[in-house]
């Protein structure tokens, strides 16, 4: 039995399918999926079917793209011309998908491995299990059972604030913040505050701003191993075996890549789109 970690799948699933069949995924294996299994690509209903199917040997993190589904299909958010998931909106299946979706986590840790896995990043302020129960904070309300509707909080989804973090942020504000990080965090200036103008590679990232994974020296989450995706122009290099980033920009015409956490290796399928720069 293997666990394996795969990157942003992002609808690319005909590659998913082949990475699966390179790596002889079997039904004693795990796999651990970070986030963004949907938009950009071109078979967003396919992957979620096939996913659910055996997501008793899955484990999920969500991602901006599908909280971004999730905002259009309850929160009442429109489709932005970017977005390529028309068929799964338009599907039967999606008011089925979309509660599957609302059951996943925002972070997921294997004790046992010693490894966490979030979609972008950890806030370098917290701990690991400050940030496990904050994530569960946001796990709540998708569930349901938190102080404001999922609705409510799809509908105050999007925004950029706050980009500092206060134990006494409540409400929406906190929210968001808790959501902005797990989902979207890239860059920090040196205060802690949170920038999202900056996406590209690290070697060309401003002096001013420093990657979420680089802001202490001493790492709050320890000798945990954090596996990550959302960042593509890192493709696949953080310079620290304690962050392993996954996205390898297949929907960007680059490749998908599965990491076993037993034995470190790492194992690629090269994407069938032509590259895009
Ligand atoms: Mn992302």
Redesign the pocket.
């Known amino acids: 039995m293997a666990t394996y970690a795969v990157g ?1 799948l992002q609808g690319c699933y005909q590659e998913f399918r082949d990475l699966l069949e390179k790596i002889n995924f079997g039904p004693s294996d795990k796999l651990l999926l970070a ?2 299994l949907v938009n950009r690509g071109p078979h967003s209903l396919e992957t979620l079917r096939f996913i659910r199917g055996f997501s008793d040997q899955c484990e999920i993190v969500l ?3 599908d909280l971004h589904l999730l905002a259009i299909v309850i929160g009442g958010h429109g489709i932005k011309n970017s977005d390529t998931f028309d068929s799964l909106l338009e599907s039967g299946e999606i008011q089925e998908l979309a509660d599957w979706l609302l059951r996943q986590r925002l972070m997921f840790i294997e004790e046992e491995l010693n490894v966490a896995m979030v ?2 990043g950890v806030y370098p302020e917290w701990d690991l299990k400050t940030a496990r129960e904050l994530a569960s904070e946001v796990e709540l309300v998708f569930q349901g059972r938190g102080e404001i509707s999922p609705r409510v909080l799809f509908k105050n989804l999007y925004g950029n604030e706050p980009i500092t973090w206060h134990d006494d942020l409540r409400g929406i504000q906190r929210l968001r913040f808790i959501i902005n990080c797990f ?1 979207r965090m890239r860059m920090l200036t040196k205060n802690g505050a949170l920038n999202f103008d900056y996406k590209g590679p690290l070697d060309e990232s401003p002096n001013n701003l420093i990657p979420w994974f680089r802001y202490n020296s001493f790492k709050k989450t320890r000798d945990t191993k954090i596996l990550f ?2 960042w593509a122009s890192l493709e696949g290099e953080t310079g620290d075996t304690d962050f392993i980033a996954l996205d390898t920009g297949c929907v960007w015409g680059r490749r998908l890549t599965a990491y076993c956490l037993e034995t470190g290796e790492f194992h690629f399928q090269e994407a069938k789109r032509p590259s895009v720069t």
């Open positions: 942003d986030g963004d991602g901006n793209h979609h972008a989902t995706g959302h």
